[in-house]
């Protein structure tokens, strides 16, 4: 029970934190720029990783974690890629 009343205290700390944060930092502000492509492609990559590793001898920690890690890598870099084009450029 007493999780329930940490939850407002962890997120005033993480409010706090991001309201002095002045500094911008060029991957956040990329990552910023790219969320809705990222969005928009990381369905099929996920769906393509998970379908890929059944073959793996990992634990499933190991294989969520490289579903997770490259469904990332590999989203933000097909939006970096596609936010090239300049039709493409204008939705995402």
Known sequence: ???IF???DISRVGAAKFAFAI???????SLSASS???????????????F???AVALGPIAKGSIVYVGAD???????LVLRHAPIIARVL
């Open 1 to 3: 029970m007493r999780q």
């Open 6 to 8: 940490a939850l407002p």
């Open 23 to 29: 500094a911008h930092q060029p991957v956040f502000d």
């Open 36 to 50: 809705y492509g990222m969005y928009l492609v990381h369905y099929p990559i996920v769906v393509w990783l998970q």
């Open 52 to 54: 890929a590793l059944p």
């Open 73 to 79: 890598a590999l989203s933000w870099g097909i939006t």
